[in-house]
């Protein structure tokens, strides 16, 4: 795939002063979509869950789903918003295969929450205000698999199909102001202020919240001007990106790129971009639509919202506990340093660890998997931890098979490797794949015999007092039963069978 070129990050940095703006959309998890009674359910087959509004039929009428409106100022609250007293629908019209009705119900001019801000904790522990412009209410499009095509994209595709069970499925569509002072930080704002949008609206209830299903998307705006320039530069826009390694990586990569084209003398095309996750790079998309040529104009068929202030008092009563002092709380409770809670943050897997430890693990075993063996593997696969497919249920049994002593932590890795393959659940890949810890004393004690067969020089320092010589024949009983024994076990029948007192 062609790229475009592109300059260092740090020569970019020095010639140039980034400004970002990004418009996060939430998926909300109401039981029936924005205007319509058809079910709002994630992976049902396609096209299975659309209505005759849903799909635009003449003389249809669409009626607000009020829960959705709650969940609405629920996440305006939450971001310190003004809730709006009035505000309505309008229609956006523009022609796509996913948008049924050629137009998509949103607000335009009259937003349900506005003026708003979102304090962001960066890696450092330091905070960096966004403001937030807008957060209003709108339905989601369908879904387009492009078919033929060796990427998925458009692009070289032979055809594509269509799922409306998405369309009209209720959307929060959060706008910031334009992002200045960043600097070389941009791309880790980026990710962190996503982060910390998809942990409200999760904290909330509002939203699944899951990025791999589309939950919460990421558009992200970048454009550079060199220093002491107050002007804007001409931005572009990457669409849908859904995950937050992605959102960082992406823009990096439009600052670098639009670094190469000021830097060589040309001009930025205002346009969108499509993140390609396999080359870390972006493509261009379309022209860049201005909101004029959406021809929006007030939805005749939908009455204004009226959000009296005794109904904002009383949601604003059932919002839970803030992120910072959910944070600090578990901190206290799970007994982590700064350092440990930090990167537990800052890796994403904060719910994760939570989730783990309310289904019975320790703190402790939580943060060893969630930041060890899955961190791990995470990252040679390049993708966020909570993408790789490991729930919190299946720590919680790989720690109850190894304290069983079923398996020990060797065996609980290579029992992994089965779970990620699809092979069940860790107790059905121990059994399938014949993984249980050997503890039979006969097996183990047929063993032992060889391995100090094989070392008898070992042997013999062990009988004349240097016990820790003793791990060798251990390794080599672990060889021959390739790492299923006991090891506590071996020990204890070595020493005996040697005559030695531990």
């Not at 033929?148 to 594509?160: K, V």
């Not at 693990?361 to 040679?380: D, F, Q, Y």
Request: charged content about 25%.
């Amino acid at each position: 795939m062609m790229t475009d070129a592109t300059l260092s990050f740090d020569v970019a940095m020095e010639k140039f002063d980034p400004v970002l703006g990004f418009e996060v959309h939430v998926e909300l998890n109401t039981a029936t979509k924005m205007f319509s009674s058809a079910p709002n359910v994630f992976g049902d087959e396609p096209n299975t869950n659309v209505n005759e509004v849903d799909l635009g039929l003449p003389g249809v009428l669409p009626v607000v789903n009020k829960k959705a409106v709650e969940s609405s100022i629920k996440i305006g609250l939450a971001l310190n918003c003004r809730i709006a007293e009035s505000c309505t629908f309008a229609r956006k019209h523009y022609f796509y295969p996913d948008t049924p009705k050629n137009f998509q119900t949103s607000q335009y001019d009259d937003p349900i929450a506005y003026d708003g801000f979102l304090d962001v904790e960066l890696s450092d522990g330091s905070i960096f205000r966004v403001e937030i412009e807008r957060a209003h209410m709108e339905e989601d499009a369908g879904k387009l698999t492009h078919m033929g095509g060796a990427t998925g994209r458009i692009q070289g595709a032979d055809f594509s199909l269509v799922d409306y069970n998405r369309a009209g499925v209720p959307l929060v569509e959060i706008v910031t102001k334009p992002i200045q002072g960043a600097g070389s930080r941009a791309p880790e704002l980026a990710k962190a202020y996503v982060a910390a949008v998809r942990e409200i609206v999760k904290n909330l209830g509002v939203s699944d919240a899951k990025m791999e299903r589309g939950n919460v998307r990421c558009d992200a705006n970048v454009s550079l001007r060199p220093y002491g320039q107050e002007k804007f530069g001409t931005r572009s826009e990457t669409k849908n990106v859904n995950s937050l390694r992605a959102v960082e990586n992406a823009v990096r990569f439009e600052i670098q790129r639009h670094a190469a084209v000021l830097d060589s003398g040309n001009t930025i095309v205002q346009e969108t971009r499509h993140w390609h996750e396999d080359t870390k790079s972006t493509t261009s998309g379309r022209p860049k639509s201005d909101a004029d040529d959406y021809r929006y104009f007030p939805e005749p068929d939908l009455l204004p919202i009226l959000a009296t202030p005794e109904w904002v008092e009383s949601l604003r009563a059932e919002l839970p506990e803030p992120p910072a002092a959910r944070r600090k709380r578990l901190q206290a409770d799970w007994g982590y340093t700064d350092l440990e809670f930090r990167d537990v943050v800052n890796a994403g897997v904060l719910d994760e660890i939570e989730e783990t430890v309310a289904a019975g693990a320790s703190a402790a075993v939580a943060r060893k998997w969630w930041m060890g063996e899955i961190a791990r593997r995470a990252k040679l696969a390049d993708v966020d931890p909570v993408a790789l497919g490991v729930t919190p249920a299946v720590v919680v049994e790989l720690d109850a098979l190894i304290r069983s002593g079923a398996i020990n932590d060797k065996l609980a890795r290579e029992v992994l490797d089965g779970v990620l393959a699809g092979e069940g659940t860790p107790a059905d890949v121990v059994q399938s794949r014949g993984l249980a810890v050997v503890s039979d004393d006969g097996v183990l004690q047929s063993a032992i015999d060889t391995a100090l067969a094989a070392q008898p020089e070992v042997a013999d320092k062990i009988r004349a007092g240097k016990i820790q010589a003793v791990g060798a024949i251990v390794g080599g009983v672990m060889k021959v039963t390739k790492g299923q024994a006991d090891a506590g076990r071996v020990r204890e029948l070595i020493l005996k069978t040697l005559g030695v007192e531990g």
